[in-house]
């Protein structure tokens, strides 16, 4: 960014642009080919059947094979994965080897489809589990209502409602036909249950990997087989392991981000009012409204999640009513933060955000997302490269979380809107407000920024990926680049960054759900943020220069004399000194790059 008399962004794209190709060079080598191997990086095209297709198969199965001659009405679907067998295989390097095995017969994929009819007067709750990349029917439930409510809310376990007058021998007669249509091999299946205990249950000395074991778990209801489930059992000391990270990661959110992000807001109200000679007010009304919208719209959007668990509506509306309430606190704090964070630099004479208005605003939104861009997909090549290393000496590794799949949305399409509200918030609540408050205390930029780029990182440590200092180590790295971004170029060019970042990401989500329409969508969320600059730039082009003193008349602005005051040079990216609110370091407090 350039002095306040000239706003446009001062990039030497030839520089910039070569380092961006690298960047893009290096994350297609470790995403999309076997070169660098690794299971946190690797991204490959995949196909699963469709919601459709999958509440077909399920809909000819209980007329098929369960006898169901209700009316079924139209079902809720969901996506589901085996989240623990699979974060067991990741790290146990066994992911390879059970895909090639056993992917097929018992995939870690399905989508569940859950039906609420009415037989003989009695409501029941019926739900399929259909594999997502066979095709077929992997498991169900058929349950009266009541005691399927009673299984999924109560602590204890309710009396089986099977015959009890079954015997082993009876129970495995009846169940057999039914283990067969689920393509399960009676041949491999050890018989465990004794007499008197409910159900049956069955386990394989010969379908295992590591110490990972097939079970299957037949219920019945009278003389008829209620339930059949089977999945690969993980062993106890990997259920304790990540009971311990998770309690460590709660500790990280809550203890760290929650309760610094909370001073942060707070901190960001009372600058507002200190600094109200330099603040503006009106600035931040819009973004901090779109914020919350999205913020509610999210857990909305996530109501097929909720409706595929034992997750009752009553819940999914408190979690939306809770989210409307901690969302409005959220709002309120991005809002000052946008107000105090732009009074603290104006104050000091620099104008990190530029208002609508000011003389080549338009410009500067343009430049802005084409430097964003070219920034991406350096921090994009940064956290593939920080994957990869942490990998080989944390032994990283991840696994799927289903409450977070596009499949779990009701418009997937939407998902990347994300992108903007992460960018929007964070770049102001972290970068924009958080490096100038926190520099304060420590007196030390460099410092600063390192303190709420942690804090922001430990935001995200309920991320399935461990072990759960992971993503502090990954995310300081690039809490320090989104820190450079804005001290160089300003919040609008680190907004985009962030927002180009995120949206890649997610857009290749969408991409690799493998249907036309949202492989579209997936390019052109890519593509938004360009879109949304080309259109402010179209206009706000023809803005003409104000007079001179920096910053436009009205809104809370600096006087002229304050704007006019010099600023220190630095050395711009073409070698050239200029005048930048960017870096402005005392000499004990002047790195080489952050």
């Not at 990270?245 to 990280?252: F, K």
């Not at 104050?347 to 084409?370: D, F, T």
């Not at 997937?412 to 509200?421: D, E, K, R, S």
């Not at 005051?565 to 407090?589: C, E, F, H, I, Y």
């Amino acid at each position: 960014m350039t002095d306040p008399q000239q706003r446009i962004l001062n990039v030497n794209y030839k520089k910039l642009g070569l380092a961006a190709a690298i960047g893009l060079v290096i994350y297609v080598l470790f995403n999309f080919t076997s070169l660098f191997q690794s299971d946190m990086t690797q991204q490959e095209p995949y196909s699963l059947v469709s919601q459709q297709e999958a509440q077909q198969i399920a809909s000819d199965f209980a007329a098929s094979e369960l006898g169901i001659s209700a009316f079924l009405a139209d079902p809720s679907v969901s996506y589901r994965s085996e989240s623990e067998l699979y974060g067991y295989l990741s790290r146990e390097s066994l992911v390879s080897e059970y895909d090639e095995t056993y992917l097929d017969k018992y995939p870690y994929e399905m989508f569940r489809v859950t039906y609420d009819y009415e037989e003989q007067g009695v409501e029941r709750i019926l739900t399929v589990d259909v594999g997502g990349a066979p095709g077929r029917v992997l498991a169900f439930n058929d349950l009266p209502a009541a005691y399927a409510r009673e299984l999924t809310e109560s602590n204890v376990m309710p009396s089986p409602i099977e015959d009890l007058s079954l015997l082993p021998k009876d129970k495995e007669r009846i169940a057999l036909p039914m283990i067969r249509t689920l393509g399960l091999d009676p041949a491999e299946l050890k018989l465990v249950t004794f007499d008197g205990d409910p159900g049956l249950f069955y386990t394989s000395p010969s379908v295992k990997i590591g110490d990972s074991a097939l079970n299957v778990n037949v219920t019945f209801e009278g003389d008829q087989v209620a339930s059949i489930r089977s999945n690969f059992g993980v062993p106890a000391e990997y259920t304790a392991y990540i009971k311990q990270q998770t309690d460590w990661a709660e500790i990280m959110t809550y203890g760290g981000y929650m309760l610094l992000t909370f001073v942060l807001g707070v901190l960001a109200i009372i600058y507002a009012f200190v600094l109200k000679k330099y603040a503006s007010f009106t600035r931040g009304i819009f973004l901090s409204l779109f914020y919350y919208a999205v913020s509610v719209f999210a857990v909305f959007n996530s109501r097929p999640y909720f409706e595929g668990t034992s997750y009752s509506d009553l819940l999914f509306i408190v979690s939306l009513v809770i989210q409307i309430l901690f969302g409005l606190f959220m709002a309120a704090s991005l809002y000052f933060s946008f107000v105090a964070g732009d009074a603290m630099w104006r104050s000091q004479g620099r104008n990190m955000w530029m208002r609508r208005g000011e003389p080549a605003y338009g410009r500067h939104i343009w430049e802005s997302v084409k430097t964003g861009y070219l920034w991406a997909l350096i921090l994009l090549a940064v956290q593939a490269v920080l994957f990869f290393v942490l990998e080989r000496t944390l032994g990283v590794f991840s696994t799927t979380d289903d409450s977070q799949s596009t499949y779990n949305m009701m418009y997937p399409w939407l998902f990347p809107i994300l992108a903007w509200m992460a960018g929007i918030s964070e770049e102001a609540i972290y970068r924009m407000f958080g490096i100038p408050m926190v520099k304060k205390v420590v007196r030390s930029t460099v410092l600063a920024s390192i303190i709420t780029s942690l804090i922001w990182a430990l935001g995200h440590t309920l991320y399935p990926i461990y072990p759960v200092i992971t993503r502090p180590i990954e995310l300081l790295f690039l809490g320090l680049l989104f820190s450079f971004i804005f001290l160089r170029y300003g919040y609008i060019t680190a907004m985009f960054a962030h927002v180009v970042f995120d949206s890649i990401l997610m857009g290749l989500s969408l991409i690799f759900m493998g249907t036309l329409n949202y492989v579209i969508v997936g390019i052109v969320s890519i593509v938004m943020p360009a879109i949304v600059a080309f259109v402010i730039y179209m206009i706000y082009r023809k803005d003409k220069p104000s007079p001179a003193g920096g910053v436009s008349p009205g809104g809370g602005g600096l006087q002229d004399r304050e704007a006019d005051r010099p600023q220190p040079a630095v050395p711009s990216d073409n070698g050239a000194d200029r005048r930048t609110p960017g870096w402005s370091l005392s000499k004990d407090d002047r790195p080489s790059s952050v």
